[in-house]
């Protein structure tokens, strides 16, 4: 039984070695993102939040200050790429200047 366990995880290793030697730079890059949010469970946390204000309330400017304030609450921008924050940065700026 011990050697099918371990033919078996040895199997594996194998497959996924050879899952990882032949990723595209999108597939890398998703991983990538997918890692700091095992890495930090904060960038989790802060990613369900943010869906969950996003889609909770109908009213923009109330939806607007949710997002606003989950962004404040956790400091950490790691899982956003560069031109992610560029987008949340345009967002807020066009935001403050809405009527």
Do not use: T
């Not at 290793?13 to 990538?32: D, P």
């Amino acid at each position: 039984m011990q050697k099918i366990i371990d033919d078996s995880l040895e199997l594996a290793k194998k497959l996924q070695n050879n899952i990882s030697q032949h990723l595209s730079e999108q597939e890398k890059a998703f991983h990538s993102k997918m890692q700091k949010l095992l890495n930090n469970p904060e960038n989790k946390v802060m990613l369900i939040e943010l869906m969950d204000r996003s889609f909770r309330c109908l009213d923009n400017k109330a939806r607007f200050e949710m997002i606003e304030h989950v962004l404040d609450k956790y400091k950490s921008r790691e899982i956003f790429s560069s031109f992610e924050k560029l987008l949340l940065m345009g967002f807020f700026k066009l935001w403050e200047n809405a009527p």
